[in-house]
């Protein structure tokens, strides 16, 4: 026999095409038989669980267009209220320099009222 270097395989026997002994040929063809089912079952599997990811898939892209829509008018709602809550803010001042001009209009009439009564 040639000589090996450490690690390497032992040549291969030599192929042969008699079939082993002792090997029933109906049990091959059944393990076969079998393989080539739980193959096609596999398959079929794969095939079912790529549709479901293409319809996760889509279904995902929908949510995340959904989501962009409601951030997108989230962010108009906070705009608006940003604005109304200035407006209000601006209302609210105008106003109370309204009351203050008011309540010096009715100092200035009470003291015009007192003046004329003390004549």
């Given at each position: 026999?040639?000589?090996?270097?450490?690690?390497?395989?032992?040549?291969?026997?030599?192929?042969?095409?008699?079939?082993?002994?002792?090997?029933?040929?109906?049990?091959?063809?059944?393990?076969?038989?079998?393989?080539?089912q739980?193959?096609?079952?596999?398959?079929?599997?794969?095939?079912?669980?790529?549709?479901?990811?293409?319809?996760?898939?889509?279904?995902?892209?929908?949510?995340?267009?959904?989501?962009?829509?409601?951030?997108?008018?989230?962010?108009?709602?906070?705009?608006?209220?940003?604005?109304?809550?200035?407006?209000?803010?601006?209302?609210?001042?105008?106003l109370?320099?309204a009351?203050?001009?008011?309540?010096?209009?009715?100092?200035?009439?009470?003291r015009?009222?007192?003046?004329?009564?003390?004549?």
């Open positions: 026999t040639p000589e090996r270097s450490p690690g390497s395989r032992p040549p291969s026997p030599e192929r042969s095409d008699a079939p082993p002994p002792n090997l029933d040929p109906e049990l091959v063809r059944s393990g076969l038989r079998d393989f080539v739980e193959l096609r079952e596999t398959q079929r599997e794969r095939d079912e669980v790529r549709a479901q990811l293409c319809a996760v898939s889509r279904r995902v892209g929908e949510l995340e267009g959904e989501r962009d829509a409601a951030q997108h008018k989230l962010s108009q709602l906070e705009k608006t209220l940003s604005h109304s809550q200035e407006g209000r803010r601006d209302v609210d001042s105008r109370s320099c009351l203050a001009a008011l309540q010096q209009q009715e100092e200035a009439v009470r015009g009222e007192r003046e004329r009564s003390a004549l």
